[in-house]
């Protein structure tokens, strides 16, 4: 142990402990807010994820329908320039300090319907009804997205913040305890042989002025 | 202004066009590997990419998108594909809770 044992390195132990015990009960008061902020994503992602796959099932199907109605270069072509655009915005939000990110979306037309991007005479009515379909589950899309971000961004800071509070509970906080332990010992261990010599020499001191015996 | 992304197959990706969302197709995992490279390296704005699962069943495209976790954008996430779920968005899930929680607790 590579630690002098003087009383200024007691005093500066004892104050980093103080220090440290109360950043590891914040630290852990942080972990458990995470966490269950965490959970609430999860649950919240789960139930996301499972509509989006279902409802792209389903739009992917109509459109394998659609595609075995019309020519491929047909169906090409009916797609090839989209009428509708989006424009994506996003922001942050602090979640426990950590920024997730927050989407906000706008169609460049306001009407849901305006997606088909052809002439409905040529086209087969399926191809209509998948992409009604994918319109409808692309909202949960961006939903999902948002979600799943936040997801992993919480991930990250939880083991982090996990990480701290077992280093300082586990490695950290106990050195340092054992660390002013042994400091105090030394000290004490020090008075103790000062005191017994400050003894031995009043002794000898006092024999030699009047011969004095005990 | 911030972008969306699809990367799949020829398929898959065409109907999102319809969306107004950008599409790249690819043919294969690698090539999807280089597209999500490009994208999230690019100059513009992608904030969220949507990326096939088919492909992430592959190491090298599993570890492009593990790039990307940590950082606020871009958002990569798997949508299946024509063949239906393959439950690697539910992994992805469950390896989030994972590294949070220690162990998986679902």
Redesign the interface.
């Given at each position: 142990m590579a630690i002098t044992p003087t009383r200024m390195v007691l005093n500066q132990l004892k104050g980093r402990l103080k220090t440290a015990t109360r950043g590891h009960k914040l630290l852990k008061d942080k972990r458990d807010e995470l966490m269950r902020q965490f959970m609430d994503v999860i649950r919240k992602n789960k139930e996301l994820r499972a509509r989006v796959e279902q409802g792209l099932t389903e739009a992917f199907s109509a459109l394998t329908v659609a595609s075995a109605i019309m020519s491929p270069e047909m169906l090409e072509q009916s797609l090839l320039y989209p009428r509708q655009s989006v424009e994506l915005g996003m922001r942050f939000q602090n979640i426990m300090s950590v920024n997730v990110p927050v989407y906000s979306f706008k169609t460049r037309s306001e009407d849901s319907a305006d997606i088909f991007s052809y002439g409905f005479a040529q086209t087969s009515g399926e191809l209509d009804d998948a992409l009604t379909r994918l319109g409808e589950v692309f909202q949960d899309m961006l939903e999902l997205a948002q979600v799943e971000k936040t997801m992993q961004m919480l991930a990250q800071e939880i083991e982090k913040t996990r990480r701290r509070v077992n280093a300082l509970e586990y490695v950290m906080i106990p050195e340092m305890q054992e660390n002013i332990k042994y400091i105090s010992m030394k000290l004490e261990e020090n008075e103790n042989s000062t005191k017994v010599r400050l003894m031995k020499v009043k002794e000898m001191v006092l024999q030699k002025a009047h011969n004095f015996q005990y | 202004?911030?972008?969306?992304a699809v990367i799949g197959g020829r398929?898959?990706v065409?109907?999102?066009?319809?969306?107004?969302?950008e599409t790249r197709p690819a043919a294969n995992a690698d090539e999807a590997r280089r597209i999500l490279h490009t994208l999230a390296r690019s100059e513009e704005d992608y904030?969220?990419i949507?990326v096939e699962e088919t492909f992430a069943a592959d190491g090298d495209m599993a570890r492009e998108i593990a790039r990307y976790?940590?950082l606020?954008?871009p958002?990569v996430?798997l949508?299946?594909?024509?063949e239906?779920?393959l439950g690697l968005?539910?992994q992805?899930?469950q390896e989030?809770?994972e590294?949070?929680?220690?162990s998986d607790i679902?």
């Open positions: - | 202004m911030l972008k969306i398929e898959t065409m109907g999102f066009k319809a969306l107004g969302l904030a969220i949507y976790k940590d606020p954008k958002a996430i949508i299946p594909g024509r239906g779920p968005g539910q992805a899930l989030a809770v590294r949070a929680v220690g679902l």
